[in-house]
């Protein structure tokens, strides 16, 4: 099976964390969801996740060079028969660059980014309903207008908690973070020809469909990471 390397882009709230379930459940892929690794390091009160912790608060990125960091560490150590999936990082231009120098050495170009699109007022909507179903493993969303996957939550032994950050005035610091932080990426990445756009307003499984079709069609031709030096055979 094609090793995939993908980047998925999105506002908050655009359906980044679910798309990277269905995926997981589709390709062999180690995934690294930044956003929830730092949630993990908060609750087990590392000096990483103390650090988190009052980022969170704020709705605010953690700093480039940390955050660099944990993912160098982290991607250097994924098995050679798997490929990745990156769902929250980059988040700003100089992650991005620094990303492309990583996968330029680890022999794995890019198959896609894929950049999923919200309006702001979605986004909002999303957030604000959102609740994480824990104690199930890996922590999920779900939302309160969908009664039954919160009664389902319930029913098999999880409990229904809200991210700290999905508070209304962090929602908004988030959205203006995302704006001006990561919004630039969509560019960068489109102008080195390897970015995809999809819609996120439609439901997951539709969602999930369009970027299976990205990556069947972006499997015949890998796309050789932006900026860094030329690629060598691995
Ligand atoms: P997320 O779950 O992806 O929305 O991320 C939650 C929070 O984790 C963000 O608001 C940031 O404070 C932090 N975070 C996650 N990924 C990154 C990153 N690549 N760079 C900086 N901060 C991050």
Redesign the pocket.
Known sequence: MTRHHIILLGA?GAG?STQTRLLQSHYPLAVF????M?RDEVKRETALGLL?DG??KK????PDEI?IAVITERLRAVPTDKGVLL??????VE?AQALDTLLHELHRPLTAVIALSLSDQDAVHRLGGRRMCEGLGDPFPVHVDDQESVRACLRLGGRIVTRP?DEPEVILE?LRVYDTETQPLIGYYEQHGVLSRISAAGNPEDVHQSIVEILNNAAASEIVPPHGPERTTP
């Open positions: 908050p980044k969801a930044t956003g929830q730092l988190a980022y969170f709705g605010t990125l953690l955050m769902d929250g990082f980059p988040r700003t992650q950050d988030r």
